[in-house]
């Protein structure tokens, strides 16, 4: 399948849409926590076991956004976002047979693996091309796309916690809930795969008055995985993301946990509310965020997110359960910051590497995520499940999780610290990067 390049008179304004309507779908992984107790009552699981199909979906985004990465700066968004069309829509569909029939297994296939497909070769659908589309504006640019992806959840949320009430929280009611999600997000997902195009050479030299995405350091994706830097970010991006995602995953249930002993305990109906509050802050710092680092530079925004974001972990752990406002305030800063650092690394890859196989460089960054997604979860859940084993309750189940969790922004820190310019010997010719961009473009024509 060709990249659709855009006509002379289309506006680069249209782009953003079609990568908002693909990551507001694939977005849905972060309300998977409103799924986790009426999976766990229904097929008799524990918390870690729940969250099984959560991180394999993680997992796999990762690796298939590495994998996949080099295919989506070849065949184009297009190509890409019809792939993620159909595998996190598949994975819905297995998921709902697995929810009938109390084959968890089928759950963990469904939306793990195979959805966690869709997820990674969705998520760097539009990157490369957005980046291209606005030279001038790269944090910006990403941020708006990728800030669907953090805002998924906030339509997901409460629309899941609805249906469950509506079908049943029973297997029946969540393979109700899987199949209609796994539809609705298939035409969802069909508007960006219409709409999106790649910018002609011309609209490369010159978009909005913009300096040349094709002036500048360039560097290939196979010596970027051969510098310091791209390792530096790689553990960056891990550190933060764990430490964002183990309040994701078990988000409902970890507000219920800490005010279960209180006069003013968190409903169910409350606990999707956190839930769908966490994804504002989560989309909002990534068009927010991503935004003020083309102000103030890139590392110092993770400093903002690594720094910032452990003073609001030790805030959770010494005082969280005595106060439920300074609770919900930390949890939604250190969304945002979560959001804020996925939004903000293509435009980090950019400044370092250059847009010459970005999308590339940002697939492979992307198996950071991939362990972050397993961490994350299985710190959180596992140390809760055995506090609770030991016959603790309340916020007691986390307080060693949160202590970890600054321990990991800490390291998370200094590698960002230790980012320096890439060495002259990994950049390939401008002209080199050129002429790929002019046979690509000749080759769609």
């Given at each position: 399948m060709s990249?659709?390049?855009?006509?002379?008179?289309?506006?680069?304004?249209?782009?953003?849409?079609?990568?908002?309507?693909?990551?507001?779908?694939i977005g849905q992984a972060y309300a998977w926590s409103v799924f986790k107790p009426p999976l766990e009552s229904s097929l008799n699981l524990s918390g870690t076991q729940s969250a099984l199909p959560f991180q394999l979906a993680i997992v796999m985004l990762g690796l298939s956004a590495a994998f996949g990465g080099t295919l989506v700066e070849r065949n184009g968004p297009r190509w890409a976002m019809t792939v993620?069309?159909?595998?996190?829509?598949?994975?819905?569909?297995?998921?709902?047979?697995?929810?009938?029939?109390?084959?968890?297994?089928?759950?963990?296939?469904?939306?793990?693996?195979?959805?966690?497909?869709?997820?990674?070769?969705?998520?760097?659908?539009?990157?490369?091309?957005?980046?291209?589309?606005?030279?001038?504006?790269?944090?910006?640019?990403?941020?708006?796309?990728i800030m669907g992806f953090g805002g998924g959840a906030l339509i997901a949320s409460p629309w899941t916690a609805q249906m469950l009430k509506s079908f049943g929280s029973d297997n029946t009611g969540i393979a109700q809930s899987f199949l209609v999600l796994g539809l609705s997000y298939a035409v969802f997902m069909t508007l960006g795969v219409l709409l999106v195009r790649v910018p002609r050479t011309e609209d490369l030299k010159d978009t909005a008055n913009a300096?040349?995405?094709?002036?500048?350091?360039?560097?290939?994706?196979?010596?970027?995985?051969?510098?310091?830097?791209?390792?530096?970010?790689?553990?960056?991006?891990?550190?933060?993301?764990?430490?964002g995602i183990g309040i994701l995953e078990k988000a409902a249930p970890m507000i219920t946990d800490f005010f279960a002993g209180t006069s003013t305990p968190v409903t169910v109906s409350a606990a999707a509310g956190f839930v769908a509050l966490l994804s504002a802050a989560n989309m909002a710092g990534r068009i927010g965020w991503?935004?003020?680092?083309?102000?103030?530079?890139?590392?110092?925004?993770?400093?903002?997110?690594?720094?910032?974001g452990a003073v609001m972990y030790a805030l959770i752990a010494l005082f969280g359960d005595s106060s439920?406002?300074?609770?919900?305030?930390?949890?939604?800063?250190?969304?945002?910051?979560?959001?804020?650092?996925?939004?903000?690394?293509?435009?980090?890859?950019k400044d370092l590497f250059g847009t010459y196989q970005v999308g590339a460089i940002h697939g492979r960054l992307l198996t950071a995520w991939s362990l972050a997604g397993v961490?994350?979860?299985?710190?959180?859940?596992?140390?809760?499940?055995?506090?609770?084993?030991?016959?603790?309750?309340?916020?007691?189940?986390?307080?060693?999780?949160?202590?970890?969790?600054?321990?990991?922004?800490?390291?998370?820190?200094?590698?960002?610290?230790?980012?320096r310019p890439v060495?002259?010997?990994?950049?390939?010719?401008?002209?080199?990067?050129?002429?790929?961009v002019e046979r690509q473009q000749s080759e769609s024509a």
């Open positions: 990249p659709p390049v855009a006509p002379p008179a289309w506006s680069r304004w249209l782009v953003p849409p079609a990568a908002l309507s693909v990551h507001l779908s993620a069309l159909i595998c996190f829509s598949s994975g819905f569909l297995i998921s709902a047979l697995g929810a009938e029939t109390k084959q968890f297994w089928l759950i963990v296939l469904g939306y793990g693996f195979v959805g966690g497909i869709g997820l990674g070769i969705g998520y760097i659908s539009p990157v490369s091309t957005l980046i291209k589309w606005f030279p001038d504006r790269p944090g910006m640019a990403t941020g708006i796309a300096p040349s995405v094709l002036s500048g350091v360039q560097v290939s994706a196979n010596s970027a995985v051969r510098t310091p830097q791209f390792w530096c970010l790689w553990v960056v991006l891990c550190m933060n993301v764990t430490a991503s935004s003020t680092s083309d102000l103030i530079g890139r590392k110092n925004i993770y400093r903002v997110y690594l720094g910032v439920k406002p300074l609770f919900i305030l930390c949890a939604l800063v250190i969304l945002s910051f979560y959001g804020g650092g996925f939004a903000t690394v293509p435009a980090y890859l961490l994350g979860p299985l710190i959180v859940n596992w140390i809760a499940d055995h506090q609770k084993a030991a016959g603790k309750h309340g916020a007691s189940l986390y307080d060693t999780s949160f202590i970890i969790m600054i321990g990991l922004l800490v390291i998370g820190f200094v590698a960002n610290e230790l980012v060495d002259a010997r990994h950049h390939i010719p401008a002209p080199r990067e050129a002429a790929d």
